[in-house]
């Protein structure tokens, strides 16, 4: 994926944008957010301040496997066949791969919460940038190298999936879903 735009000191684009090459083929918002707020997505029991909870390593776990199980469960509405989920692959790891037809996703899923009134700043696949997608591949080879006979007959690609969060009393419920197919690609 190639970002425009300037980095920080710790290397994260701020103000980046894709450019019209790398644009994804689709981008699906979800159909219905409400529903996505079952409760099986609503088990977060949140309930520190946002200042409390801000850097928490637990909340940012807790933030991200809710926006997992929401990418489950908008792939399986979408009629793909989940494979596996967090999947382990040397020190890589994928979020989710998928299969539908006959193509197999290796889906990365980016969470982000927003603030009552809030909004975003930067769109939560900002954060996959050259390091992050060079771990994607990696994974993504060694899955494909462990599983090659299995699977060799499918097209492979790399999907990106923003899952936006709100809060709904003391609960992170899903507000919204983007899914970029092939958002990473080799060079």
């Given at each position: 994926m190639k970002l425009i735009g300037k980095k920080n000191k710790n290397g994260a684009l701020r103000d980046a944008e894709k450019t019209a090459e790398d644009a994804p083929p689709t981008s699906?918002?979800?159909?219905?957010?409400?529903?996505?707020?079952?409760?099986?997505?609503?088990?977060?029991?949140?309930?520190?301040?946002?200042?409390?909870?801000?850097?928490s390593e637990k909340s940012k776990k807790e933030i991200g496997d809710i926006g997992?199980?929401?990418?489950?469960?908008?792939?399986?509405?979408?009629?793909?066949?989940?494979?596996?989920?967090?999947?382990?692959?040397?020190?890589?790891?994928?979020?989710?791969?998928?299969?539908?037809?006959?193509t197999l996703a290796f889906i990365e899923v980016k969470t982000r919460s927003v603030a009552e009134g809030g909004e975003l700043l930067v769109r939560p696949a900002y954060a996959v940038n050259k390091s992050k997608a060079a771990y994607l591949i990696r994974g993504v080879d060694g899955y494909i190298a462990k599983e090659h006979e299995k699977y060799?007959?499918?097209?492979?690609?790399?999907?990106?999936?923003?899952?936006?969060?709100?809060?709904?009393?003391?609960?992170?419920?899903?507000?919204?879903?983007?899914?970029?197919?092939?958002a990473v690609r080799r060079r």
């Open positions: 699906e918002s979800s159909e219905n957010s409400e529903n996505l707020n079952n409760s099986d997505l609503n088990n977060s029991e949140n309930s520190k301040s946002s200042e409390d909870s801000k850097n997992e199980k929401a990418a489950v469960k908008y792939l399986k509405k979408k009629n793909y066949t989940i494979i596996d989920t967090n999947a382990r692959v040397g020190h890589s790891e994928i979020d989710i791969i998928a299969l539908k037809d006959d060799s007959k499918y097209f492979k690609r790399i999907d990106i999936i923003e899952v936006y969060l709100k809060r709904d009393g003391k609960k992170l419920v899903c507000s919204d879903i983007m899914h970029f197919e092939n």
